[in-house]
């Protein structure tokens, strides 16, 4: 098959195959989101009345608190302790074109086809930021197979999906849990006041106690675990996808495969509207 590759495009693909830069930048739907919720929540109840009636530190306690407990009672505390790190994703994501990571893992598949795995030495450090890529392709350059490099960085990618999945269950299980430690407050609250019904003046903190048990739940489940979880299943499954290339690269490269099966085969999970032509 005679190649349509010019002159300046061909000399463009001999230059050092350089990751695509990675953009670390804040998630604009979670901060205008997540707060744009909650403002147009109070300002319901600053408008219907005193906020202060929607404040009640028992109320806070047995949600929060329960919620956080028996969360922690499912999960182990490295588990706990990793989420928050995890969650800070959904509001600083680090993305990466899709389109122009194929084309990176092309290039350098490319490179190694021509010159050796060896001529990527020089080029290692540059592949640093890429994560797994950079472990797969040092595999190759030290002489480890194909199927050798696929092993480790399918282990690689199980490690990173498990942390993931790891925070998303804990953050669904929160979302379960915070409406019935309402539903908890609730039936505290009923019980202390049926148990003073003499005396009127404990009526309103324990009918307090009861109504707002249950809207701290519902809040907490609906407005901050819920969609914390959802931006997390988005962003673990676009991860996922570069982590699937990568493993995919780095095993083609060591099995000294033919560019464009490689390209072919990145096609095959690359969403359609994101498949490159990168040899025609």
């Known amino acids: 098959m005679v190649s349509n590759i010019g002159p300046d495009e061909d000399l463009a693909r001999a230059a050092p195959p350089r990751a695509p830069r990675t953009k670390t930048s804040i998630d604009v739907a979670t901060i205008a989101g ?66 122009a990571t194929a084309k990176h893992l092309l290039h350098i598949a490319e490179t190694a086809k021509k010159k050796g795995v060896l001529a990527l030495q020089k080029h290692l450090p540059h592949l640093k930021s890429s994560g797994i890529l950079y472990k797969g392709v040092g595999m190759v350059i ?85 969609p914390l979880a959802s931006k997390l299943e988005r962003n673990s499954s676009e991860d996922m996808l570069i982590a699937s290339l990568y493993v995919m690269s780095a095993a083609s490269i060591g099995r000294k495969e033919n560019p464009r099966r490689l390209e072919m085969l990145l096609n095959t999970v690359l969403p359609p509207e994101h498949r490159i032509k990168y040899f025609d």
Do not use: W
């Open 142 to 226: 030290d002489g480890s197979s194909g199927d050798d490099v696929e092993t480790v960085m399918k282990q690689e990618f199980q490690t990173l999906a498990h942390r993931n999945d790891s925070t998303i269950r804990i953050l669904q299980k929160a979302a379960e849990i915070s409406p019935a430690m309402g539903l908890i407050g609730t039936l505290v609250g009923l019980v202390q006041m049926l148990g003073n019904l003499e005396d009127p003046s404990t009526m309103g903190p324990s009918m307090a106690i009861a109504l707002l048990t249950t809207f701290y739940g519902v809040i907490l489940a609906h407005m901050v675990f819920t």
């Open 34 to 99: 997540l707060p744009g919720a909650f403002l147009l929540v109070m300002t319901a109840i600053i408008l219907g009345g005193s906020p202060k009636a929607f404040l009640d530190l028992k109320s806070i306690l047995i949600v929060v608190g329960g919620t956080l407990g028996i969360v922690t009672a499912c999960f182990s505390l490295d588990e706990i302790k990793g989420s928050f790190k995890v969650v800070l994703q959904a509001f600083f994501h680090a993305s990466r074109d899709t389109e």
